[in-house]
C-alpha cells in the first residue's frame, strides 16, 4: 500500500510544479477564450439586429406586392415572423449581462460558471 501513496504524492508533486509553470499563461488563454467566445456571441447579436429594419422592409414590399397581385400573404408573414425572431434573439443576446462580462471581465465570467450562479 505504500507503493500506491508514494506514486500518488510523486503525481500530485509533478501535478503542483506543472500548475507553478503553466498555470498564467493557462489563466490568460482562458480568458482570452471566454472574451473571445463572449465577443463573438455580441456580434450575432448585433447582426440580428440590424437585420430586423431589412426583414421589416421585405415584409412591406411583399405586403404591397402581394395586394397588387392579389396573392395569399405568405412572405409577407414570413419575413415578418423572420423579423420577429431576430429582433426578440437579439433583444436577448444584447441584454444578456453575462455577455457584455465576459467580454470585458472574464475573470468575473468564469467565476460565475464556476459557482454554477
Known amino acids: 500500500m505504500t507503493g500506491w ?3 500518488l504524492g510523486q503525481i500530485a508533486s509533478a501535478l503542483t510544479e506543472a500548475a507553478k509553470h503553466y498555470g498564467p499563461a493557462a489563466a490568460d488563454l ?3 477564450a471566454v472574451r473571445v467566445s463572449c465577443i463573438g456571441t455580441l456580434a450575432v ?3 440580428l439586429l440590424f437585420a430586423v429594419p431589412g426583414l421589416a422592409m421585405l415584409s412591406r414590399f411583399f405586403y ?3 395586394d ?7 412572405l409577407t408573414c414570413a419575413a415578418g415572423l423572420a423579423s420577429a425572431a431576430c429582433g426578440v434573439a437579439s433583444t ?3 441584454l444578456n449581462v453575462w455577455n457584455w462580462a465576459g467580454a470585458f471581465y472574464p475573470q468575473l465570467y468564469i467565476a ?6
Not at 68 to 74: E, K, N, P, Q, S
Not at 112 to 117: A, E, I, R, T, V
Open 45 to 47: 447579436g448585433g447582426v
Open 68 to 74: 397588387a397581385i392579389g396573392d395569399d400573404h405568405f
Open 30 to 32: 482562458a480568458f482570452a
Open 112 to 117: 460565475h460558471k464556476l459557482l454554477n450562479l
Open 5 to 7: 501513496n508514494d506514486q
Open 92 to 94: 436577448i443576446i444584447l
Open 64 to 66: 404591397r406586392r402581394t
